[in-house]
């Protein structure tokens, strides 16, 4: 493992911290940064094990940027090198031409000590990357590439509710999508209690919530729906057992369970999730807390297909849009990933 955000590293010697992104250049509509919106120029590159990712994976399908912006998706594995793309054809990013994502860093800032993580844009013409903000992507696909989305594409990040949308992943980010690294990470008691109360704090003041309204904030799906998306849908697969946030299950939050399975029944959520690629990834990579790299079987996935009735809250999922087509061709999630 090289290091970086969630690498194995990071256990056993001091609390976990979340390291920052290191190349927060923003791609935008005017390219102020020197990179602007352009149709076929990036190329995202993804695991779909990994959380931060997955925003990303989410955000560009709901808003049917799958055409302006490619997608690598890597292997689950990270090997000695980091993420590489050993599932393509001889190995090789077939866009990029290149074998592991950190020869896209390496070409950005030669001998970068950081970590190679993901998600990340990377520049086609040049190889290099351009960002691994996780943060800021999702942000910029929703409001600086909007002249590239599709006809009926929401918005996720609508002015009017900004501030509240802020506030909402602010609390989500700290407590529930962070918080369960920072308990499966934790190298003591006091650390790993603290955090995982955190998360089931957090998690059980947003029930009452979203047991009045379908989506967190407005009527609609936001950025914020997406980023508690990412965790819920990982909760009982990974981060009940290998992180060890097992007060409740998310099948045993009525609440939650069914928000979430809402949204994954919803176009462009649950059509990019791999389970498989999900408990390989953190059962086999992060082996200072599962040294036997055994990848458990359950749990049982049937249940994320059962109706959720939520339609009955009202709510209006894309505004006054419409959902995503069918998945592109060649990004299909393969069934043994999917329930
Ligand atoms: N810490 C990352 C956030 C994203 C992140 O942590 N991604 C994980 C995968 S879920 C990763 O690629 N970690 C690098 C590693 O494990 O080597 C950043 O600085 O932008």
Redesign the pocket.
């Known amino acids: 493992?090289?290091?970086?955000?969630?690498?194995?590293s990071t256990y056993g010697r001091k609390p976990f911290r979340?390291?920052?992104?290191?190349f927060a250049d923003r791609i935008t509509a005017d390219g102020r940064d020197g990179w602007p919106v352009d149709v076929g120029r990036y190329r995202l590159v993804v695991?779909r094990?990994?959380?931060?990712?997955s925003r990303a994976v989410i955000s560009r399908r709901l808003l049917g940027l799958e055409d302006a912006l490619s997608m690598a998706v890597t292997d689950p594995l990270?090997d000695s090198r980091?993420?590489h793309f050993g599932p393509y054809p001889d190995g090789r990013d077939p866009v990029l031409g290149i074998r592991f994502l950190s020869e896209a860093y390496d070409r950005r800032e030669s001998g970068y000590p950081?970590?190679?993580?993901?998600?990340a844009v990377v520049d086609v013409p040049t190889g290099q990357l351009v960002t691994?903000?996780?943060q800021q992507i999702t942000l910029d696909l929703a409001t600086e590439w909007t002249a590239l989305h599709r006809q009926g594409a929401p918005d996720l990040y609508p002015e009017r509710l900004r501030d509240e949308i802020d506030e909402v992943m602010a609390g989500v980010y700290r407590d529930v999508n962070n918080g369960v690294y920072r308990a499966g990470f934790a190298t003591g008691q006091a650390e790993y209690e603290a955090a995982c109360s955190d998360v089931f704090r957090r998690l059980e003041e947003l029930t009452p919530r979203l047991r009045r309204q379908r989506h967190l904030v407005g009527d609609t799906i936001t950025e914020a729906d997406i980023r508690l998306f990412t965790t819920l849908v990982r909760f009982d697969a990974v981060y009940h057992g290998h992180f060890k946030c097992n007060r409740w299950k998310l099948t045993e939050n009525q609440v939650l369970w069914a928000y979430a399975r809402d949204l994954f029944q919803t176009p462009g959520f649950g059509d990019t999730v791999d389970f498989d690629h999900i408990k390989r990834h953190y059962y086999e990579?992060h082996t200072g807390i599962n040294p036997s790299r055994i990848v458990p079987m359950g749990p049982d996935l049937s249940g994320w297909l059962t109706p959720h009735h939520r339609e009955e809250l009202g709510g209006r999922p894309f505004g006054d849009g419409t959902p995503p087509g069918p998945v592109s061709r060649g990004e299909e999630v393969p069934a043994s990933g999917r329930p």
């Open positions: 493992m090289s290091g970086g955000g969630d690498g194995d979340r390291s920052r992104s290191h695991s094990a990994c959380p931060w990712a990270q980091s993420w950081g970590g190679v993580s993901v998600p691994n903000d996780f990579v």
